[in-house]
């Protein structure tokens, strides 16, 4: 479940958000796989969700696999907005 404050990041399709699943935990970071809400547009249905805390942590470990985020939103007074 995604709560307040918490980011989705999607990509462009299962192939791609499965392979940032596995580097991800081999570098034993937090996040969860999650169906991609409703309200967020993703081409494969699956979504990454992470805490604020990690989130700069994710995006290093996956721009170093050159597998960068194709659109990362954040869960804010119940909704998903764009993410800065």
């Known amino acids: 479940m995604v709560k ?5 990041a999607v990509f462009n399709s299962v192939h791609r958000v ?4 596995k580097i991800l935990k081999e ?3 937090s996040f969860c796989l999650i169906p991609a809400p ?3 547009s993703a081409d494969c249905g699956l979504a990454l969700c992470f805490a604020p805390d990690v989130r700069a942590e994710i995006e290093v ?3 170093q696999a050159d597998l960068p985020i194709v659109a990362l939103w954040v869960m804010q007074s119940g909704a ?4 800065n």
């Open 4 to 8: 307040e404050g918490d980011y989705v």
């Open 18 to 21: 499965l392979k940032a699943e």
């Open 27 to 29: 570098a034993g970071a």
């Open 38 to 40: 409703r309200q967020i």
């Open 61 to 63: 470990l996956l721009n």
């Open 80 to 83: 998903y907005k764009p993410a």
